[in-house]
């Protein structure tokens, strides 16, 4: 065979470089945009999701997307999710796959060499409809084996459910106090090890499960704008929290690089994540707009240009 006689990362190359010539030939829609800037390597960029389940590909091969299949982005109802409602995305270990999430329904879609563990929507089927929560986020385990899923239930408190070999370590339900959380939950993020995780909540409290150890938090704090997404850092002794306005929040061993607190954003920051080394950030708007910090390089973005839904979020590609 042909292949064999390259490398897997050769194969590689040769598939990214096909990827980036077909979305040249679509155009910027919001099913697929896939750049790299002159000299850069394939991997190591980073991905967007939109609600509609649009994928928009910097630095990293794409590999496909919902936006093609309409129905995989619908809400049913009742929901508090919008109509288009894929909510997250993330990246296999290899960075040559990607599942994403309606947060409406639990279905989970996987593209490239990501693998269906099962799915929320199983777990839920049958269930009465007002008492389904709403699937918030996926988070995949580091070996890529597996995925948690960060649901918000009736209760407004956080339940994680795992697939494969995502293991649960507990959830905001188990730890509420009397009168519940201030904040609802909107984020997680796993250790390296894979063995605990925590939950950050949009009043900025943060919650560890497993062997995911407290830093601090912005609970009780004033925020001009609620949290919206968390990463930790490569070791998981730290990690940063992004609130709406583009404010960076560092605990741990996360170092500050900046942040876009007090500048003007045409549109809300929705999400972040963290290079490999964990010496950079990239943060993303709702608009498509990305912003890099520390060792965080940009490869391209959304912001200025026509989308069909919002932005929801951003997840990294491994480097090579």
């Known amino acids: 065979m042909l292949v064999s006689f390259f490398s897997r990362r050769s194969v590689r190359v040769i598939r990214w470089m096909s990827t980036c010539l077909g979305a040249l030939a679509l155009g910027a829609t919001s099913g697929v945009l896939a750049s790299t800037p002159s000299g850069a390597s394939p991997g190591g960029g980073y991905r967007l999701v939109a609600g509609d389940g649009g994928v928009f590909s910097f630095g990293a091969p794409f590999f496909g997307s919902p936006a093609s299949t309409p129905s995989t982005c619908v809400a049913v109802a009742p929901s508090p999710v919008p109509s288009r409602s894929c909510t997250s995305m993330t990246t296999t270990a290899t960075g040559d796959g990607y599942w994403i999430l309606n947060g409406s329904t639990g279905a989970i879609t996987e593209y490239g060499d990501a693998v269906s563990y099962g799915t929320p929507a199983a777990t839920f089927a049958g269930v009465p409809r007002d008492l389904v929560p709403w699937f918030h986020q996926i988070v995949a385990t580091a070996d890529g084996r597996g995925y948690w899923v960060l649901a918000i239930g009736l209760s407004r408190l956080g339940s994680v459910e795992g697939f494969g ?66 990463t930790a850092t490569a070791d998981g002794k730290g990690y940063w929290l992004v609130a709406a306005d583009g404010g960076v929040f560092s605990f741990g061993d996360a170092t500050f690089y900046g942040s876009m607190g007090g500048k003007s954003l045409n549109a809300p920051v929705v999400g972040m994540t963290a290079t490999a080394d964990g010496l950079g950030y990239w943060l993303v708007a709702a608009d498509g707009g990305v912003f890099s910090f520390g060792d965080a390089r940009f490869y391209g973005s959304m912001g200025g240009k026509s989308l069909d839904a919002p932005v929801v979020g951003i997840s990294a590609s491994p480097p090579e």
């Open 165 to 230: 070999d995502a293991h649960t370590y507990g959830d905001e339900t188990a730890t509420a106090g009397p009168r519940g959380h201030v904040g609802s939950p909107v984020t997680m993020a796993p250790t390296p090890t894979a063995n605990g995780y925590w939950i950050a909540d949009s009043d900025g409290g943060v919650f560890s499960f497993g062997d995911a150890r407290f830093y601090g938090s912005m609970g009780g704090k004033s925020l001009d704008a609620p949290v919206v997404g968390m």
